[in-house]
């Protein structure tokens, strides 16, 4: 690893203000893929700000008819909630899937949704709850959040501080996992809620997206015969040692017909 | 150089490290606590857990300055002089490895899992293992000990 300037951000004014001062710093959050990556001397940081030790940076809480999770929280907080196993359990379930029970100790949500990777779990759960996301600046709707591999409308320097989930009246995920990481090879998260029915996909493409043509199929009849004769597109689709884009294509509709327990 | 002070297997301990200086190196080369091992470069292997304010942690993957003021536990700090902890005692009666190179993550992994899961079942066992990695045993005889240190934990 190439050495840096390690700073410790004492507020989240604090963690911006190191940020834009120094010269081409990195937030720190659970760094389970940073730490990784700079360890691989792929990123070499002026500056890391590490933002682990801001205790009001973490917790669940009910806000209204929405589930709050702020941005420090890590995937063992969210999957061991009572609030979010009783409101969202999909969600909860989601988060105990994420990486092995180290990684879900350390990884966070507002981490997790910063970085975007193609294969992470959570975009498509925010993307089919219709979550919004809290920074330092502005609130975030989730439909132009993920804008591409890696690539989210944050601006640089711009710090998410929490996650919005609206309580779903029905929702479930499935993902098929690649048999060596465990990523999401395809995940489909699907929620029915009071703006109708979301279908998110992850690992499929550059970056989650939604899958319009289920969610009129779904609005219509909450079935998953309702989606079984639909033949997704492999279009744009990823393609790798691990799956082709015509394969992957068919377990968005698998993995869309299980999460509604098909 | 960041100062750092944590409490590691109940001992205040302190130092002086570079920023990028990781957990796992903290406590092998300043400590000499050489138990904790570190098996691959990627963050993969679980080796070098340890438990971190009472969660189980990689500790190749934090720094070492992000743990200032933590609680860290080590293999070192399980066993009670000559008595085994009830993991370690479980790992040894049903020869829960091999090369031995895994057992220090493995069985401060296994305390995490029976931690968290009092009861675990034999699937659940094999799913929490999901982020330690053995080349030698197949596993079985680890998830029989894991089994049998539940049972003795709880009793």
Same mark, same amino acid.
Request: hydrophobic share 25%.
């Given at each position: 690893m190439y050495d840096f300037e390690y700073q410790r951000a004492t507020s989240t004014d604090d963690a911006t203000s190191k940020y834009s001062a120094a010269e081409d710093a990195r937030f720190l959050a659970g760094g389970m893929t940073l730490i990784p990556v700079l360890k691989q001397r792929l990123d070499q940081p002026s500056d890391v700000i590490d933002l682990g030790y801001l205790d009001d940076m973490r917790g669940i809480s009910e806000e209204g008819s929405a589930i709050m999770v702020k941005a420090m929280t890590t995937h063992h907080d969210v999957n061991s909630s009572d609030l979010i196993n009783s409101k969202i359990p999909a969600l909860a379930a989601l988060a105990g899937t994420i990486g092995d029970q180290m990684v879900r100790n350390r990884g966070t949500i507002g981490g997790n949704l910063a970085n975007n990777d193609p294969a992470a779990s959570y975009p498509c759960a925010v993307l089919a709850l219709n979550a919004t996301i809290k920074t330092d600046k502005r609130e975030i709707a989730t439909n132009d959040f993920f804008t591409g591999m890696f690539d989210t /409308?944050?601006?640089?320097?711009e710090l998410i501080l929490s996650v919005s989930f609206p309580v779903p009246e029905e929702a479930g995920y499935k993902h098929f996992p690649n048999p060596a990481s465990r990523f999401p090879i395809v995940g489909s998260f699907v929620a029915k809620g009071s703006d109708g029915v979301r279908v998110a996909i992850t690992g499929a493409g550059p970056c989650a997206f939604r899958q319009t043509e289920f969610e009129a199929a779904l609005s219509g009849?909450?079935?998953?015969? /309702?989606?079984?004769d639909i033949k997704v597109s492999d279009d744009g689709l990823n393609s790798d040692i691990h799956a082709s884009a015509e394969y992957r294509a068919h377990l968005i509709n698998v993995m869309t017909r299980r999460a509604i327990g098909g | 150089m960041p100062s750092i002070k944590m409490t590691v297997n109940g001992k205040e301990v302190s130092g002086e490290v570079e920023g990028r200086t990781l957990l796992v190196q903290f406590i092998?080369?300043?400590?000499?606590?050489?138990?904790?091992?570190?098996?691959?470069?990627?963050?993969?292997?679980?080796?070098?857990t340890v438990h971190m304010n009472g969660r189980v942690v990689k500790s190749c993957s934090i720094l070492a300055a992000h743990a200032d003021g933590a609680e860290i536990l080590t293999i070192?700090?399980?066993?009670?002089g000559d008595t085994l902890h009830p993991m370690q005692e479980a790992f040894r009666q049903h020869h829960a490895?091999?090369?031995?190179?895994c057992t220090p993550g493995m069985v401060m992994s296994a305390i995490g899992i029976v931690n968290d899961n009092p009861e675990p079942s034999e699937k659940e066992i094999r799913e929490a293992l999901e982020g330690n990695i053995c080349?030698?045993?197949?596993?079985h005889n680890i998830v029989e000990a894991i089994d049998a240190a539940a049972k003795e934990m709880k009793a």
């Open positions: /409308a944050l601006d640089e320097g009849e909450f079935n998953p015969d /309702a989606i079984k | 092998r080369d300043h400590l000499g606590l050489t138990g904790t091992h570190v098996g691959c470069d990627t963050s993969q292997c679980g080796a070098c070192e700090g399980l066993a009670d490895l091999q090369c031995g190179f080349r030698c045993t197949g596993y």
